[in-house]
Nanobody
C-alpha cells in the first residue's frame, strides 16, 4: 500500500511558477513509476507528466518546455516544477503511482489546487 500526499498548490499570476510535491509512504518508492494528472472544472482528468523508476520522463504536449517532473528517492518524493503558468493550467493536480510501466495507476493522492490568474 502506498499513500500519496500532494502539496505546493496555490494562486499565482500568469507567467509565474509553482513547484508541487508529492510525498509517498513506504520503503519501495524507487520501484514505482510516478505520474502527475490534473482536472479542471467541468473537464475530465488528464495526464500531465510521468517519470519512471529509471527517471525517464514524458510530458503532454501542452506543458512541454514549461513543466519538469523529477524525483528524489531518498525523500520518497516526486516533484512537478511548473513555469510560465497560464490560466488554462488552472486545475486540481494529482500525483499517482504504479509498479507497472504501463496501464492504470494503482494509487492516487488527494490533489492540490493550482489557480493561475490572468
Amino acid at each position: 500500500q502506498v499513500q500519496l500526499v500532494e502539496s505546493g498548490g496555490g494562486l499565482v499570476q500568469a507567467g509565474g511558477s509553482l513547484r508541487l510535491s508529492c510525498a509517498a509512504s513506504g520503503r519501495t518508492f524507487s520501484r514505482y513509476n510516478m505520474g502527475w494528472f490534473r482536472q479542471a472544472p467541468g473537464k475530465e482528468r488528464e495526464f500531465v507528466a510521468r517519470i519512471s523508476s529509471g527517471v525517464n520522463t514524458y510530458y503532454t504536449d501542452s506543458v512541454k518546455g514549461r513543466f519538469t517532473i523529477s524525483r528524489d528517492n531518498a525523500k520518497n518524493t516526486v516533484y512537478l516544477q511548473m513555469r510560465s503558468l497560464k490560466p488554462e493550467d488552472t486545475a486540481v493536480y494529482y500525483c499517482a503511482a504504479r509498479l507497472q510501466n504501463y496501464g492504470l495507476y494503482d494509487y492516487w493522492g488527494q490533489g492540490t489546487q493550482v489557480t493561475v490568474s490572468s
